[in-house]
């Protein structure tokens, strides 16, 4: 399913050109994306993924999104920006984006991760989520002070430390990828071996084929972008060329490693 099918940037010049986030994208050519069910933005540090998604995110009003505090010229850049809706399978097309979908960061994973050693946040988080539900104040102060709670959050606890934190990040996107969604996933591969990685992209497939997902991504991992059936912008191109997975610097570096030591592999 494709939700969102294209996505321009603002080209707005300045007259400095050193503005966030104008001065990532300023030196890029090309300013329109067009997205597939499943699309990868791909690229070293700092050459604009996180920030690319992040803008996508707030534009889209997404669950997860960041806002630039302080800084005027990113609500700017982020209004000027344009997108177009896509088309459902018998092409009628969408005019929302569905309430389930979100931003997830890498961050995010990590956060969730800490709970296990952080009771406290774990205790907010819990809370939280409630209030999300539509707990009222009081119902909060009561649920705060129960048993009830200090029994779930034992629970949590009891259930999340089992696992490293690789199978801790497989359970929160297990829990978090539902189907009929769009996702914007970025560095999901952090955490995970590269196993996971692997089994990661496979679930993504499988979304993307037959649940009705649609998925953007920021990685650099070989693994995710060698399994995943995906659509990779190169963002370390001025004009964001589209590239196969094999033609990236990223992955060449990881094959002529690899063939340089193959006698290693073949005792």
């Known amino acids: 399913m494709i939700y969102i099918n294209t996505f321009k940037l603002c080209d707005k010049v300045?007259?400095?050109?050193?503005i966030y986030p104008h001065n990532v994208f300023s030196g890029k050519n090309e300013k329109c994306l067009v997205f597939d069910k499943i699309t990868i933005f791909y690229g070293n540090n700092a050459c604009g993924k996180s920030s690319l998604l992040n803008i996508i995110a707030n534009k889209l009003k997404l669950t997860g999104k960041e806002q630039v505090q302080e800084n005027s010229y990113f609500k700017e850049f982020v209004d000027d920006c344009r997108y177009g809706f896509g088309e459902n399978e018998i092409g009628q097309m969408w005019y929302g984006i569905p309430r389930n979908s979100r931003y997830i960061k890498s961050e995010d994973i990590m956060y969730e991760i800490k709970k296990v050693q952080q009771e406290s946040i774990l205790r907010k988080g819990y809370i939280y989520e409630r209030?999300?539900?539509?707990?009222?104040?009081?119902?909060?102060?009561?649920?705060?002070?129960?048993?009830?709670?200090?029994?779930?959050i034992e629970r949590i606890k009891y259930g999340q430390e089992k696992y490293s934190n690789g199978e801790t990040s497989q359970q929160i996107f297990d829990e978090w990828l539902q189907a009929d969604a769009l996702y914007l996933l970025d560095e999901p591969e952090v955490s995970l071996s590269p196993q996971n990685q692997v089994l990661l992209a496979e679930k993504i497939n499988y979304g993307a084929r037959f649940?009705?997902?649609?998925?953007?991504?920021?990685?650099?991992s070989p693994f995710m972008l060698g399994t995943l059936d995906a659509k990779i912008y190169n963002l370390n191109s001025?004009?964001?060329?589209?590239?196969g997975w094999s033609e990236l610097d990223n992955v060449k570096y990881f094959y002529e490693f690899f063939k340089k030591h193959q006698v290693e592999f073949e005792k």
């Open 14 to 18: 300045l007259s400095n050109p050193n």
């Open 131 to 152: 209030a999300e539900k539509g707990y009222s104040k009081e119902q909060l102060e009561i649920l705060e002070h129960s048993y009830k709670m200090k029994e779930q």
């Open 211 to 220: 649940l009705n997902n649609q998925y953007i991504i920021a990685t650099h």
């Open 238 to 243: 001025k004009d964001l060329d589209v590239c």
